[in-house]
């Protein structure tokens, strides 16, 4: 018969003190740490994606378009299309990913498999459940950001230089933590089974990708249709990603616009979603 | 044993005083208190709707509460939730392990939570998978699992930190009853060494073989409390005769059964004659030449000290 005094009481437990503040400190993390033992089992077909997506759009528009770009107007903000577009899609893509890692499966935390109700019976709260959710899909987003850098630089694409167009990878992530913390704050208020996530993907996503100075420079749109990119994620990362990559010029202060947009909707994201999730799980 | 936390053995673990949680207009727990001291084993007895589920998560914080004061281990719940969670295990209705993880990942991941190192949790995995029976399953995912396994891997997932109070929502929902039994000796073992558990059941039997006091809770409220013999004793009769005349007859022969009980409940299927002696009641309503078609005695239980307080029985 199994020692139960063990199993209750072995002595090898810290005081409830003392795993509390463990969790306060570090709560988010082991959230994170699940969140990638998750992620273990389908890494590799995400891997397959990761990989797959950049060389097809590279190839597609960077190397297919680019070839008809070049030999009709010569080039793009003075740079061959390929240099020109490649940063904008490492940007696009992975801001677009945030749309399957930060919509069901937050529905699934809340209401389908109940996932996040495991750890909320634990010292670990549900704010810090918000954010290690969040820091988990941008741990996936360095790798993908990671491999379609590497590609570019395969495809030479970065003129300024490997080390310093290496640059996109910090900014990718920025960008779809700025759109990706919003998405997950407002897919935490939805109740029902989430139909508003294809309106979002048509109406809000795909617009990003095509109006946001990706294929063409935001200039090359009428004025009043400007608006689209600056309120988009991926036209401040996109501009950021180019200097980094083939040194495109812009004034100084709007740089640190791009910065600052960035940085001000992941802390609303994020200070938004931890409330959320707060509300919803304590009710 | 080791010496564990603030806790000082024999005071109260928990304390709720006119605990209240109300939705829209719904006042789901109704002003409940009660009491619950170290090493007790504690029910919450009612049926669909109560209010059980719903006390037992303002005890653990996970649910804010509307009124009333609450204090487990001398903490408000609701001010110091990860203290609070870390005196607990909670076993909830609805399971809700990760399916696509295996049963030993369950185990560690959820100890992570409480910031157990994987030096502990690596031996201790083993062991709750011992404890749960399911060795043989330990590298499957739990999406292979029965709906009875998954529950006993809830229960085990509940234990990882060696917790002082152990709260348990119809822990053997699911269960076959062999494997209730097995549970229900288990959990006594584990209120020998110490553990404080408070469990919800509408399963009498269950309350009955393993709360050491209980309260019987209607509508957000609670309608009686005490140890179940005590509550038989209070509320009902010694023995119960259960006689079915056949749906028609049932209302005929009431008249006739009057004189012969304490008191009489009569059900759609069939009518209980409340008396000490069951057997000299069974002899006098046959002797009445009544003849009723199934006839039963049984000592009475908490069924009928629920059905005597609400008028309603509890398993339907
Ligand atoms: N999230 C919620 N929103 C609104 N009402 C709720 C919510 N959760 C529970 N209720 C209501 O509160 C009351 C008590 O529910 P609770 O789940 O505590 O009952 P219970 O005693 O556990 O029942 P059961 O035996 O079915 O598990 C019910 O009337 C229920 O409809
Ligand atoms: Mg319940």
Redesign the pocket.
Known sequence: MQDLQRLAASGRVPAPEVMAARARRWGWWYYVEYWLRTAKAWFQSILIYMVGEPLLYLVALGVGLGTLVDNGVGTVDGVPYLVFVAPALLISTVVMSTGGELTYPVMAGFKWDRLYYGPHATPVTPAQIATGHLIGVLIRFVVQSLIFWAIMVAFDAVPRGVLVSALVIPIGVLSAAAFGALLQAYASTLQDEGYQFAFVQRFVIMPMFLFAGTFFPLSAMPVYLHWVGWISPVWHGTQLARQVTYGAVEPAWLTVVHVLFLLALTVVGVLWARRSYTRRMG? | MPPVTSVVPGDPIVVAEDLT?V??D?R??DGISFSISQGESFG?L????????????MIGGTLTRTGGTMRVAGLDPAERGPEVRAHLGVVP?QDNLDEELTVRDNLIVYGRYFGLPHSYLRTKADELIEFAQLTEKAKAKTTALSGGMKRRLTIARALVNEPKLLLL??PTTGLDPQARHVLWDRLFRLKEVGVTLVV?T?FMDEAEQLCDRLIV?DH?RIMAEGSPRALIREHSTREVVEVRFGAQRNAAVVDQLEDVATRLEVLPDRILVYTDDGEAALEEITGRGLNPITSLVRRSSLEDVFLRLTGRTLVD
């Open positions: 009710s | 949680k939705y829209g719904n789901a727990v919450l009612g049926p669909n709707g109560a209010g059980k589920s719903t006390t037992m998560r209705q929502d119809e919800t509408h809770i957000g």
